[in-house]
């Protein structure tokens, strides 16, 4: 869970509630018995973290090889979800970033996480792991590009043909020239809203995608859909 609701270095960025209740919402369907069902401590929350994105960083590469490797668990993780929410963000040098609490709008390159490094991290630490990422934030496709550029990360250059078995997957809130959308009469933003909405609700019209069985998201075989969603 990474990303901010305030950015006190950076006065002209949106911020608010709409945006911690994105991420609180997000992590309950993640950990809630109605959602995935995933274990609190499986989950590494740096939502909010005042510490530089350096130091974020190197807490993501703990955690996910932590996680992994002999004797580490009898149950080896399979997955990786990635959420963020915040804002999306461009240096001089046209590389995309993601803001953090402590990001400078007058040094935006060196105070938010660089997609690239995110891109790093997961590529050389969860090489093994089916990769979901999660963005909710302005020009998010432009993320897509950092991981066919990241250095060993074979899997992606072949994505369309590795899905849904194994890869990388982005569920971006916005297409690399367009902004996101936090209305302030919303409580949730309206991408991480509807993308809730979608998972609890499903649509009946999808046929076999997500139908409403008022108790979570199930195919309309009845098949439980806890860890893929169309």
Request: glycine share 10%; with cysteine; aromatic share 8%.
């Amino acid at each position: 869970m990474l990303g901010a609701s305030s950015f006190v270095k950076a006065p002209s960025f949106a911020q608010g509630a709409a945006f911690y209740n994105s991420m609180d919402r997000v992590r309950s369907y993640l950990t809630s018995d109605n959602g995935l069902g995933i274990d609190r401590a499986n989950v590494l929350e740096l939502f909010d973290d005042s510490r530089p994105p350096g130091s974020q960083l190197e807490d993501v590469a703990d955690f996910l090889s932590g996680k992994q490797g002999p004797g580490v668990a009898p149950d080896p993780p399979e997955n990786l979800f990635v959420y963020y929410v915040g804002h999306g963000l461009f240096t001089t040098d046209r590389r995309y970033c993601l803001a953090v609490r402590c990001t400078n709008e007058d040094s935006v390159g060196i105070s938010s996480i660089r997609g690239r490094d995110l891109a790093d991290i997961i590529s050389e630490n969860a090489i093994h792991l089916r990769r979901f990422l999660i963005l909710d934030c302005c020009f998010a496709a432009s993320m897509y590009s950092e991981f066919l550029s990241a250095p060993g990360e074979m899997a992606t250059t072949q994505l369309l043909e590795e899905m849904p078995e194994r890869g990388t997957t982005l569920l971006c809130a916005s297409s690399r020239q367009d902004v996101a959308r936090a209305p302030k009469n919303l409580e949730c933003t309206m991408f991480s809203g509807g993308l809730l909405k979608a998972l609890n609700l499903g649509n009946p019209t999808l046929g076999k995608k997500l139908v409403d069985t008022h108790g979570g998201i199930k195919s309309s075989d009845g098949a439980s859909l806890s860890n893929q969603s169309e």
